[in-house]
């Protein structure tokens, strides 16, 4: 595989470590070394429970596989491969409805909702809709490892990395006040997506920073400084950045969002930001939240999908606080926007093919570098089992 043996740089403490090498964001055939080793090999977010109803499907592409998520009747969701087990018709095109059954459009085997394959028409000639070269039981659809966590659909396409509880379990444990909550998806306002022109990592580096924020995002800054930010770093898990100094919104009729109910004293004025590896960025305040799935779209082409939360119906969906939660996406999607022009330009300025990598301030660049260390050394796990 390409340059992998340059990652030694990348490992070094972070006074002395480089970041990734040009080929990592420019390199189709890192992109697919990268596709098996960080994407596949552990898990990522594919989508939002929330745009899935009892009976509903939708296609995912995850970095050019095509995945198809769906929820069951009962209101479990479950993941497979696109792909039917007859001749390779990809199943679902578009979000649909299903009936009782997933149809293949093609010879119109049909599949449960939960994978196995239950009808096989003429599949024995005419009027045979059995034969005994068919073993509809080795036939179901090809499940994939999922988990819903804070409504985002995480899959493990290799089904070899620890399980999900164990994998984010820090995390999990870092914000466990919310998980005896619910996370209310917000209206159509409260969802927004970007098409990036960057490699996906460069969303993660960034996001996982507040370095940048007193430049790129000067109307956060005016009210939450670089010094009321502190890092988040654990390695080889997620990191991200945290503020000391979180204000709700509130309206000027003095309407604010509900808090998510019994919250320590730490969320009163603190919020937090974690990019759980790979792909996934979410937040959390006191009274709302958001998570960010990344789609790698090629080396160079992204698409970032936003979605914000509330701790109520009321809050999620009435009327009543509808001018607040436009208000709330409409800041949000102007953060995520400023952030843009870094992310597509970081993409730009590593076509300069004297590039290094670039160091790393080693106070103030901390979650990136663990971001990079947690690539470097999934990458050098590539490397060994190719060996
Ligand atoms: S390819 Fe699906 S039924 Fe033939
Ligand atoms: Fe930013």
Not at 208 to 234: A, F, K, M, Q, T
Not at 250 to 271: H, M, N, Q, V, Y
């Amino acid at each position: 595989m390409p340059g992998l043996h340059d990652l030694s740089m990348v490992m070094n403490p972070i006074d002395s470590a480089q970041g990734l090498p040009n080929e990592h964001y420019v390199s189709d055939d890192m992109f697919a070394a990268e596709r098996e080793a960080l994407l596949f090999a552990n898990w990522a977010g594919i989508g939002f429970a929330k745009d899935l109803e009892p009976g509903e499907a939708m296609p995912v592409d995850l970095a050019g596989l095509p995945l198809v998520a769906l929820r069951t009747h009962e209101g479990e969701v479950k993941v497979f491969q696109n792909t039917c087990r007859h001749r390779g018709m990809i199943l679902v095109e578009r979000k649909k409805k299903l009936g009782g059954v997933l149809r293949c459009p093609y010879h119109s085997w049909c599949y449960a909702l939960t994978g196995e394959l239950v009808a096989t028409p003429h599949v024995g000639g005419p009027g045979m809709n059995r034969h005994d070269g068919i073993r509809r039981d080795q036939l179901g659809l090809v499940e994939m490892r999922s988990y819903v966590w804070r409504d985002v659909i995480f899959v493990n396409v290799n089904g070899r990395a620890p399980g999900f509880t164990e994998y984010a379990g820090e995390a999990i444990a870092r914000w466990s006040e919310f998980e005896r909550q619910t996370l209310l998806a917000g209206g159509d306002e409260s969802s927004f997506t970007f098409d990036i022109a960057c490699n996906w990592k460069l969303v993660v580096e960034n996001f996982c920073e507040s370095y940048h924020l007193p430049w790129v995002h000067p109307g956060l800054n005016s009210y939450s400084r670089l010094e009321d930010h502190y890092n988040i770093e654990v390695p080889g898990r997620f990191s991200g950045q945290g503020t000391l100094v979180y204000r709700p919104m509130i309206e000027t009729d003095g309407s604010a969002f509900p808090d998510f109910p019994g919250l320590s004293g730490k969320w009163d004025t603190g919020a937090e930001y974690l990019a759980i590896y790979p792909n996934v960025l979410m937040g959390t305040h006191r009274d709302h939240a958001f998570a960010v799935i990344l789609e790698p779209n090629g080396k160079d082409r992204t698409r970032e999908l936003v979605a914000l939360y509330y701790s109520t119906e009321e809050a999620a969906k009435g009327d009543g606080l509808e001018p607040l939660r436009r208000k709330n996406a409409e800041t949000w999607y102007g953060v995520f926007e400023e952030d843009l022009f870094v992310v597509e330009g970081m993409q730009k300025g590593r076509k300069g093919i004297r590039f290094d990598g670039g160091r790393f301030s080693p106070v103030m660049d901390g979650p990136t570098h663990c971001f990079h260390h947690w690539v470097a050394s999934h990458m050098g796990c590539a490397v060994q089992a190719a060996e």
